[in-house]
C-alpha cells in the first residue's frame, strides 16, 4: 500500500534508533562498571611478595644459623605486618608507608575517580535518554494530533493509496455523470443543462504550422503555450520554444484565450526562480487570460538530472515558482500527472495553488481538486496537424 507521510513521500525512511543507541551505550557503562574491582589481592602486593621471600630462606638455614634465620623470620613478620597463617584463609591489605589507616593499596584508592567519574556520565546518559524520550513522546502526539485525518480510496494504477485531509485544501467535488463530450467531440461540464466549462489544447513548436482561425471554429475556447523548457541533461540549460511568439499572436487575433506554460526540469528552488524569471522576461508584459504552469515532470526512458529530487524540494520549487510568477502581476498553476501531484506534492504547502491534472483515465480519481483536466493526449483538432492534447477546464478563466 502507498502511503503519503507528512513530506508526502511514497517511501518510508529507514534510519538509526537513537533511543536504541542510547541503551546500548548505558549498557556497555554498566558493564564495565561491573569489571573494575574497588580492592586488589593483598597477595599480589610487593610487600606480601618479600616477606614470603624472606620466611622461606629462613627455614633452609642450618642450626648454626639459627639467630639469623630468626632475624629473618621477624623481619619477614614485620614486612607482612603480622600476616596470619596460610590455613585460615583470610586476607588482610598490606601495609606501607604510603597507605591510610583504611588498609587499601595506593593502587584501589586511584581507582576511585575513574568510578566517579563513570557515575556521572551513566547519569548524564540516564537524563538525557529520560529527556530525549519525552521530547520525542510530546513530538509524535502534536503530530499525530494535527495529522490523524486520513483518506483511503484505491486508484487503478496507483493501488491503494492513503491521503492525509489538510484543513483549507480544495477536494475534487466533480460529478463524472455531468461530464459529456460535446458534437464536435470535446467534454463538457454540464450542471443543470449549462455549459460551466472551456475547451482548450496545449501547444508547443513541434506542432508545426497551426491554423488557429480554423481551431477557434472547431470549438475551442483557450490554448495554453509552452514558452520554452530546460534541458534535462546535467547542464540543465534553458531554450526558448521557437514558436511562442508567433502563436501568441495568432491565437490572440483568431479570438482564443492564452495560457502558457514552462517545462521544467529545475533541480532546486534558485533554479525554479530563474524559470519563472525566463518566463516574465520572454512575454515582455504581453496579457495571458490564463496561468503560467509549472510543469515539472520525471524523465522515465532515460538518466536525467532530476531522477533523485524529493518530494519536499518538488513542492517546494513549484511554490517557488509561483510565487515569483505572481509578484509579478500574472497567474500561476502547476501542472502534474496523478502520480506526481499524489506521491510527490505536499497538499499542506501546496493547498494554496491550482493544479492542471494530466490523466488519461475514464475520469480522474483525484482526491485533491483541480481547475484544468488533460485528458487526451492523442486528440484531433481542425486546424493542428497530428495529434494533440486535449483539456477542459471546469472554472474558466
Known amino acids: 500500500m502507498a502511503y503519503i507521510d507528512d513530506n508526502n513521500e511514497l517511501t518510508a525512511g529507514k534510519g538509526k534508533d537513537p533511543i536504541k543507541e542510547l541503551d546500548d551505550e548505558l549498557e556497555k557503562l554498566l558493564a564495565e562498571l561491573k569489571d573494575i574491582e574497588v580492592e586488589d ?7 606480601a611478595e618479600e616477606s614470603s621471600e624472606a620466611a622461606d630462606d629462613a627455614s633452609t638455614k642450618g642450626s648454626d644459623g639459627e639467630s639469623d634465620a630468626e632475624e629473618s623470620i621477624e623481619d619477614a613478620d614485620d614486612s607482612a605486618d603480622g600476616e596470619e597463617d596460610d590455613d585460615f584463609d583470610v586476607d588482610h591489605p598490606a601495609v606501607s608507608d604510603n597507605t591510610q589507616t583504611s588498609g587499601k593499596s595506593p593502587e584501589s584508592r586511584s581507582k576511585a575517580p575513574v568510578i566517579i567519574a563513570l557515575l556521572v556520565i551513566v547519569g548524564l546518559v540516564v537524563g538525557g535518554w529520560a529527556l530525549f524520550r519525552n521530547l520525542s513522546t510530546r513530538d509524535n502526539e502534536e503530530n499525530n494530533d494535527s495529522t490523524v485525518s486520513t483518506e483511503t480510496f484505491t486508484d487503478s494504477e496507483l493501488g491503494e493509496v492513503t491521503v492525509k485531509k489538510v484543513d483549507g485544501a480544495e477536494l475534487n467535488t466533480y460529478d463524472a455523470a455531468n461530464l459529456v463530450k460535446n458534437k464536435n467531440g470535446f467534454y463538457e461540464y454540464v450542471v443543470d443543462g449549462k455549459v460551466t466549462s472551456e475547451v482548450g489544447v496545449d501547444l508547443a513548436e513541434f506542432q508545426g504550422t497551426v491554423d488557429f482561425a480554423a481551431v477557434k471554429k472547431s470549438g475551442v475556447d483557450f490554448v495554453i503555450l509552452r514558452i520554452g523548457g530546460r534541458y534535462y541533461s546535467q547542464e540543465g540549460k534553458m531554450y526558448t520554444d521557437g514558436s511562442f511568439d508567433a502563436f501568441y499572436s495568432q491565437a490572440t487575433a483568431a479570438g482564443l484565450k492564452v495560457g502558457a506554460y514552462f517545462y521544467s ?5 534558485d533554479e525554479a526562480a530563474e ?20 510543469d515539472w515532470e520525471t524523465i522515465d ?17 513549484a511554490e517557488k515558482f509561483c510565487d515569483t510568477i505572481e509578484e509579478n502581476g500574472y497567474r500561476a498553476m502547476v501542472y502534474a500527472n496523478t502520480s506526481l501531484m499524489l506521491q510527490s506534492y505536499d497538499f499542506e504547502t501546496m493547498k494554496d495553488y491550482v493544479f492542471w491534472l494530466a ?7 483525484m482526491y485533491y481538486g483541480f481547475a484544468i483536466w488533460q485528458y487526451d493526449k492523442e486528440g484531433s483538432v481542425d486546424g493542428i496537424e497530428g495529434n494533440v492534447d486535449l483539456n477542459i477546464c471546469f472554472k474558466p478563466y
Open 265 to 269: 526540469q529545475a533541480i532546486t528552488t
Open 359 to 365: 490523466d488519461y483515465r475514464e475520469f480522474p480519481n
Open 301 to 317: 526512458d532515460d538518466t536525467a538530472r532530476t531522477d533523485n529530487v524529493s518530494g519536499a524540494t518538488i513542492t517546494a520549487m
Open 275 to 294: 524559470e519563472a524569471e525566463y518566463c516574465i522576461k520572454k512575454l515582455d508584459g504581453k496579457k495571458l487570460d490564463y496561468p503560467i504552469a509549472f
Open 41 to 47: 589481592d593483598p597477595s599480589d602486593t610487593p610487600a
